[in-house]
Each structure stands twice: as structure tokens, then as C-alpha cells.
């Protein structure tokens, strides 16, 4: 069974970074793509980044957090992160991790169709 352990979210200023961490637990990552979503109050849970696996490492992020996002991953901690710089009030949400897709041929990771198995997340509070 997959779950994932959130964690690194807070009260953060705009223009204020943070650094959230995915753990997995049950499984190894060495060979999923892994995707980080989230879900803000009264909206429906949106794709924010997603890491392939294997030494390419891969990556993807959405139009929104682009120059401001960085997604990466250490296989030996069994661990994802996403490293937020310049957070805007509008990127409060709860955020969590999963399983994504890997599109055949290009063996690009992809933010559609994520594995439903989703953690408690980590809540991530941009205000003044």
C-alpha cells in the first residue's frame, strides 16, 4: 500500500521560501515518478511539479510556480521535496504527494491521472 508522509508546510511571509518534504513508507521510489500536489480552501486539488525517476530526473512544473519552484529527489532517503522561493498569498494550499504517470516514449513524468493514494499533506499559509 502506498503512503506518503508530508511535512515542511508553515506560516511563511510573501516573498518567503520553504522547503516541503515527501516521505515514502511501504515502498521504494527508485522507479516512480513522483508528483506533488495541492489544495486550496473551497478550489479542487491542482498539479504542481512532478520528478522522474532514474539518473534523468526529469521534471515538470506547472505555468504558476515556474522560476519560483524546484522539485528534486534523494532515492537513498526515499524522499521528494519541493523548494518554494517567492510564495505569493495565492499559493496557500494543503500539499501532497503520490505516484504520477510516466508518459511512454519520451519517459517524461506527467501531473494527469495521479495515483489515488494520498496522505494527510502539509499546509502551506502565505500571509502577512
Known amino acids: 500500500q502506498l503512503q506518503f508522509v508530508e511535512s515542511g508546510g508553515g506560516l511563511v511571509q510573501p516573498g518567503g521560501s520553504l522547503r516541503l518534504s515527501c516521505t515514502a513508507s511501504?515502498?521504494?521510489?527508485?522507479?516512480?515518478?513522483v508528483g506533488w500536489f495541492r489544495q486550496a480552501p473551497g478550489k479542487e486539488r491542482e498539479g504542481v511539479s512532478c520528478?522522474?525517476?532514474?539518473?534523468?530526473?526529469?521534471?515538470y512544473y506547472t505555468d504558476s510556480v515556474k522560476g519560483r519552484f524546484t522539485i528534486s529527489r534523494d532515492d537513498s532517503k526515499n524522499t521528494v521535496y519541493l523548494q518554494m522561493h517567492s510564495l505569493k498569498p495565492e499559493d496557500t494550499a494543503v500539499y501532497y504527494c503520490?505516484?504520477?504517470?510516466?508518459?511512454?516514449?519520451?519517459?517524461?513524468?506527467?501531473?494527469?491521472?495521479?495515483?489515488?493514494?494520498w496522505g494527510q499533506g502539509t499546509l502551506v499559509t502565505v500571509s502577512s
Open positions: 503520490t505516484v504520477v504517470p510516466i508518459t511512454t516514449g519520451q519517459g517524461m513524468c506527467t501531473l494527469d491521472d495521479p495515483v489515488e493514494s
Open positions: 511501504g515502498f521504494t521510489l527508485d522507479y516512480s515518478a
Open positions: 520528478i522522474s525517476p532514474n539518473d534523468d530526473s526529469t521534471t
